[in-house]
């Protein structure tokens, strides 16, 4: 699974990097960095947390291609 991020709606704000620090952060200019491209079942908690607090709906989580 991965992130999704939806540019045009993220704020930068960064509920998302708060709820998921190994897996997210900003850089110096509020733009999220997604710190994994692929995500593992040991990743799920937080991810789901970082989703659960963008406000604006930015962020999914996608499963895996096949
Ligand atoms: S919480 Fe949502 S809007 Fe805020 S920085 Fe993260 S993805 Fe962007």
Do not use: N
Request: proline share 5%.
């Amino acid at each position: 699974m991965h992130f999704e991020l939806d540019t045009t709606r993220c704020d930068g704000f960064g509920f998302c990097a708060d709820a998921a620090p190994t897996l997210i952060r900003l850089d110096d200019d509020g733009q999220v960095v997604l710190l994994k491209l692929e995500l593992t079942e040991a990743d799920r908690t937080q991810a789901e947390s970082a989703v659960r607090a963008c406000p604006v709906a930015a962020l999914r989580l996608c499963a895996a291609q096949p």
